[in-house]
């Protein structure tokens, strides 16, 4: 499949969500601006963001600076774990609107997989059946967290969002196929290992052959999963290496190749132990 810049994914429930978007996690107050602005002059339109990185208000900011209007980008946000139940849910939503500066939210996902999980979607559902947020999902989930929404719950989540790159790939690949068979996106982030592996031999061997960087390997590995993919930087020419993806495709020797890294290698925690 031939992926632009503006590609795009159809979700569960028909909305059309970007490939390929900035992640802005560590991307504090003020040090978000910027990014987002080069990013979106790029052509960025997926913006992903969440309370817990305290950007909100700044991202608002520099949406208003870029001059782009709220129907050409796609924003996500997410509930942080203190804010999960069904009436604080409610109240962290809009508290995200506000500073986002926004009426609606593309994409609103359940963080992590906390207690409170259960009343937390419910909130979600209800926020989607009001129209304030096109598509709900979740980050984080394992399979028994999935399974426990579906079983319960009317809404099937849109959306998984989770650690996801070659070097813990073949560690989720049960979750991957679930995800699949069930129809949940998968949206992969720190698909650059936040740049801990980004000296692997095979990335580099495989790097050379396209002249692309280790970085581009694994942000176009991702996306010839069907993932989506969200990789974060600060930096405005690593924004633009990161876009500059869309001219070259893995041969399936190659995708195969870095499949098969296995390195149980991983920056967050593993929630597949969480009950
Ligand atoms: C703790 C934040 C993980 C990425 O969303």
């Known amino acids: ?45 997926l913006i ?26 796609f924003i996500t946000s997410k509930v942080w774990d ?27 996902l359940i963080h992590w997989p906390r207690k409170r999980r259960n009343e937390t979607w419910k909130a979600l559902e209800k926020l989607y059946s009001d129209g304030k947020v ?9 399979i028994q967290h999935l399974e426990e929404i579906i079983d319960t719950h009317d809404i099937i989540p849109a959306v998984n969002q989770f650690e996801l790159h070659p070097f813990d790939y073949s560690d989720e690949q049960d979750l991957i196929d679930y995800c699949r068979n069930n129809d949940i996106k998968v949206e992969a982030y720190s698909p650059l290992t936040h740049g801990r592996k980004l ?9 050379e052959k396209y002249d692309k960087s280790a970085a581009q390997v694994l942000i176009r590995w991702s996306l010839q999963q069907n993932f989506i993919c969200i990789p974060k930087s600060g930096s405005e020419s690593h924004i633009k290496e990161n876009a500059n993806v869309f ?22 925690d593993d929630t597949s132990k969480w009950n």
């Open 1 to 45: 499949m031939e992926f632009t810049i503006n590609s795009k994914i159809e979700l569960n429930n028909g909305l059309e969500m970007p490939r390929f978007g900035l992640g802005t996690w560590k991307l504090k107050r003020e040090s978000v601006v910027n990014p987002v602005k080069w990013a979106l002059n790029m052509g960025y339109r």
């Open 48 to 73: 992903d963001t969440a309370t817990f990185y305290r950007n909100e208000k700044y991202i608002a900011k520099a949406i208003k600076e870029s001059g782009l209007s709220r129907d050409e980008l």
């Open 82 to 108: 203190t804010d999960q139940g069904y009436d604080n849910t409610l109240s962290a939503f809009e508290n995200s609107l506000r500073k986002l500066d926004t009426e609606y939210l593309d994409l609103y």
């Open 134 to 142: 096109k598509a709900i999902g979740v980050a984080n989930f394992a």
């Open 199 to 207: 000296n692997h031999p095979t990335l580099k061997k495989i790097g």
């Open 247 to 268: 001219d070259f495709k893995l041969s399936s020797e190659d995708m195969e190749e870095i499949n098969t890294i296995k390195a149980n290698f991983r920056l967050l």
